[in-house]
């Protein structure tokens, strides 16, 4: 096996340990973390999982025009050009049709959401039930192979058993929500806090199933002879609001972190790599470019097209961008840079990063030079992006930069 791909939507990053999370319990995330490489600072580039698969698989930020895949080929076809065996298996219908994903060589449709209740044991929940038929289909895939993972149940239905969310209740709390429905909804101002608690312990109960299914991959990859030489990409597709900015669930497209910012992980055979993690700017059109690299093929110098990671990995490059600009739905947009997160949609709104992760302090009406600064950052890249202005990318203001950053 050279490559596994592995997208969960909906994994929120401040659920999982290796991102700071310490009350969930996922010795299995853990130990994956120890064995990877991480990335601190991936964002997304569109909450739209359309969008977001054509930069996974086609290498081109949201920002650029879309391209149709008889123009240029897509990340399937051209490790299948190469003579690797492609793979494509979701729970997702959606994935499975989008029009690069027809570029896999193989495809198969997991088992979906089919209930609204509890599973009485983890195994026979939605996610175990689709986990189970993706290890039988790698057991079964070619040695040198491409198999492409995406799984949708985080966002589609909580049917963890009933236990592993009542585990998170401490003593005096009301008893969790007994309901696998994905709650969606806006929080009133002055909304109940138990609420949110429940809804938090039931999503707690959904990431400790998503950890005992992982662990099951994490041990085929130590014990098969097909995993020992394969890389694993294990990321998620999109995070899910859990009451940041009073947003509960649903299908939200806005640019904050929650969303944007997800965890990745990237595990290469023989340890390299492992439990080292980078604060390099990476977006979605990276890992195409990282898994053209994997696989000896060429990436590309158009700067609308991501660049590989592996250099950063083997710590030969230090980053690869200064800027991640996200595409939200309607007008509204993001850049990232080292330090700084901008949303721009009805008002500007400026947070300090990495320091303020979930963006409660908006600090704009303070730093109007730094939302300027960031604006025509996000001006430039636009205008690269959709290539309106070929010229070189300008180096970012030195507002935008900690003092003690450069690559």
């Known amino acids: ?127 175990a039930g689709a986990f189970a038929e993706l290890l039988q289909w790698l057991d079964t895939a070619d040695q040198d192979s491409l198999v492409w993972c995406h799984l949708g149940g985080l966002g589609a239905v909580w049917d963890a058993p009933y236990e592993l969310r009542a585990r998170y209740a ?26 949110l608690l429940g809804i938090t312990q039931s999503y707690a109960g959904q990431i400790t199933l998503l950890d005992r299914c992982l662990g099951a991959i ?34 939200a497209l806005s640019v904050h972190g929650e969303i944007a910012h997800v965890p990745a992980f990237l595990r290469l055979p023989g340890g390299e790599g492992a439990a080292a993690r980078t604060q390099a700017l990476a977006e979605p059109a990276d890992l ?19 660049r590989s990671l592996l250099p950063v990995v083997r710590d030969e490059i230090a980053g690869v961008r200064d800027r991640l600009c996200i595409v939200g739905a309607g007008e509204e947009r993001g850049i990232v840079t080292q330090a700084w997160f901008g949303r721009f949609a009805d008002k500007a709104q400026l947070y300090l990063k990495p320091d303020d992760r979930w963006e409660v302090n908006d600090v704009a009406d303070r730093c109007p030079q730094i939302v300027d600064a960031l604006e025509a950052a996000l001006r430039e890249a636009e205008e690269r992006l959709s290539g309106r202005n070929t010229a070189p990318w300008p180096a970012l203001d030195d507002v935008l930069l900690p003092s003690d950053f450069g690559f």
């Open 1 to 127: 096996m050279k490559g596994i791909c592995l997208l969960i939507d909906r994994l929120h990053i401040g659920y999982v340990g290796a991102y700071g999370n310490s009350w969930i319990e996922t010795p299995s995330l853990d130990r994956l973390a120890v064995e990877s490489f991480l990335l601190d600072r991936y964002w997304i580039d569109s909450p739209r999982l359309d969008v977001l698969y054509r930069s996974l698989w086609q290498g081109r930020h949201a920002l650029a025009p879309a391209v149709p895949a008889e123009q240029e080929a897509s990340l399937a076809s051209l490790v299948s050009a190469a003579g690797v065996p492609t793979a494509l298996v979701s729970d997702d219908p959606a994935v499975l049709e989008h029009g690069l994903g027809q570029d896999f060589g193989r495809r198969l449709l997991l088992p979906g959401a089919h209930t609204a209740e509890l599973a009485d044991h983890w195994e026979e929940s939605q996610l």
């Open 288 to 306: 195409w470019a990282t898994l053209l690299d994997w696989f000896g093929l060429a990436g590309s110098n158009d700067p609308r097209h991501g």
């Open 170 to 195: 401490a003593e005096g709390d009301p008893d969790p929500p007994p309901s696998a429905a994905v709650p969606a909804l806006v929080l009133d101002a002055d909304y109940d806090p138990d609420l």
């Open 218 to 251: 994490v041990e085929w990859l130590e014990t098969s002879p097909r995993g020992r030489d394969a890389l694993l990409l294990v990321a998620s597709a999109r995070g899910l609001p859990l009451g940041e900015h009073r947003l509960v669930g649903g299908e």
